[in-house]
């Protein structure tokens, strides 16, 4: 097997009863690994965890400008939201600016990822659509450019496209390798899916967090995008997340973001820090409790901060009966 | 960590994305272990995996012939149902007749976990009751057998309770150690969740999957079960399932069952053999991968099986706009 580290166990009263493997890398803004555990080399699909890089070409482009985004668009614009109420609202509004319809999104009509928001809509007669879908904050950004840009609308999501392949520059310019070299797939919501090895995603998170080295341009982007999300944290996933909570617990000083598969990145923009990793299974209950880990073990998290979210630290595990049975946990063998 | 394979990968757009790690036994009835990967004397939880095994109290009581349950009754309670509207139809006439009601269940009230059905009950402005737990047939089993051997109702799910001590005797018998000396749990549903070496679930499904060394009474309680199982798949778990489409393609060659967290086991009732699958994360999309596998590997599916059952060996993964985008399959090193 690839060299895998023993990241996260879940308990059954004390018992070990499941165990989750990953690789991590903590890189600064330069490229030097400050930590790793596993195989940082492995090709790895970022997923969503790239949708705050991808969203630089929404500012740099002059798209938000011109459209007068507001720190919670550009939040959802880099989000995996909810579903919820205000995602729902302000995607709404947002495509009526744009004269746009839910149409026009290339993702899928789904239910909401908030159980409560798809039992409301249920039970009201309703079901899922585009702008349920945790991408269509991203899609709808896509959308901004597009007609910024005057790019055909149509076909927006595919490769081929010009919007994603300045997309996949910039993110090529993070991570410092080009994306177009490695394989490519297709991600749940119809866009390109690049891989890359994690240890380029640990280094283009830094490169988000610090972007000193970058252009003008895109540096000045990446700033506003810090500022939006830190400003919105809500939009960037939703109530209850884990990333919404600890991106507003930090107030910026985490600027998290997960990909589907068992992905999370954390940008630390005052340490100059990038922190990436990837849970083997894909597992998303051990992917936030591997990098809070983490980020306790630099020192990233203070005890306030750490007692704020320590539901997220250690989640209890309830059974069916409403008793705590179990729980969620960083193994203690290494960090 | 400890001595887990690779047991399967996670594929998009033929780039491996995840890896579910594990472990499993092949054992005969006589003890024996015919194969095994990975570290078979690890701790395990095999949760909803031991129902079978603890509905044989339900027949060797004498309850199930005092109240003249029939097949699809007692494949119920072997069940984790998926809350459709079959199981629930069957557990509400099944307390009707034995004068209780859904109160009576220990089981907490959830949503079913057939999502097609839970969206009905949404819709139609109801909510999810213990009956639609996965595990309600399993508790009307042992009301059943309280009932009949006139014992308290209250209670029944707690590990003081003589059910509870009679069925981890019986769970101790198949696995020939003594279950009470091991680490205990509490299940989902609020029963039991005793612990024991994989390679000990292994040898428990081999003896039921051939009794022929057990008392005549348990022996005879096991056969019942056999044929219960295998005249009324759909009530071992339901329609779309890998448990109930296994057993009836294979006509009851292959008995299979499902625990929470990863774990999977099938009886062999022609070969004497049962298996034993622990996915070290609890995956619950790998471990019917491994085992369709596993079987395979043995010679337990004919062509004609293995046609059928393809979705299964092999399932795809599709997109929110409908596109396969990868696979879920049996990675090749381990077999």
Redesign the interface.
């Known amino acids: ?2 060299s ?3 990241f996260v166990e ?1 308990t ?10 990953g690789a991590a890398v903590v890189c600064d803004y330069k490229g030097t690994v400050v930590e790793s555990w596993g195989d940082i080399d492995q ?3 970022p997923r969503s965890a790239l949708k705050p890089m991808l969203a630089i070409h929404l500012v740099e482009s002059g798209a938000s400008l011109h459209y007068d985004l507001n720190d919670a668009e550009l939040s959802l614009a880099c989000s995996s939201h909810q579903g919820e109420q205000i995602h729902q609202d302000l995607v709404e509004s947002w495509l009526k600016r744009l004269g746009l319809t839910v149409d026009y999104l ?5 239910l909401p990822e908030c159980s409560e928001r798809t ?1 409301q809509l ?2 009201s ?1 309703q079901q899922g659509c585009r702008i349920h ?1 945790n991408c269509s904050g991203k899609h709808t950004g896509f959308l901004t450019s597009a007609l910024h840009l005057k790019l055909p609308l149509e076909g927006y999501h595919a490769l081929e496209h010009p919007l994603q392949k300045s997309s996949l520059a910039i993110l090529s310019d993070l991570a410092q390798i080009d994306l177009m070299q490695y ?8 866009l390109p ?1 690049p ?1 890359m090895p994690l240890i380029q995603l640990g280094l283009a998170t830094a490169r988000f967090a610090n972007p000193v080295d970058l252009s003008e341009l895109r540096r000045k982007a990446i700033y506003r995008l810090h500022k939006a999300i830190t400003n919105e944290p809500l939009y960037i996933a939703g109530h209850g997340s884990v990333v919404s909570e600890l991106n507003e617990v930090t107030k910026g000083s985490v600027l998290a973001k997960t990909g589907a ?2 992905v999370i990145i954390a940008a630390l923009p005052e340490k100059g820090l990038g922190v990436a990793v990837k ?5 998303s209950r ?1 992917r936030s409790v591997a990098l809070l880990a983490i980020l306790d073990h630099l020192g990233a998290l203070s005890a306030k901060e750490k007692q704020k979210l320590h539901d997220y630290i250690t989640p209890a595990i309830t ?5 705590a ?2 729980e969620i946990r960083a193994a203690s063998s290494w960090l």
Not at 106 to 110: K, L, S
Not at 183 to 190: A, E, R, S
Not at 279 to 283: H, S, T
Not at 319 to 323: D, I, L, Y
């Open positions: 097997m690839q895998q580290k023993l879940v059954r009263n004390n018992t070990v009863e499941s165990r989750h493997f090709l790895i699909f290339a993702c899928g009509a789904v039992h249920l039970a007669g879908h394989p490519m797939g297709i991600d749940g919501c119809g899916a891989t598969e068992g849970i083997a299974d894909g597992g051990a059974n069916s009966r409403g008793f049975v179990g």
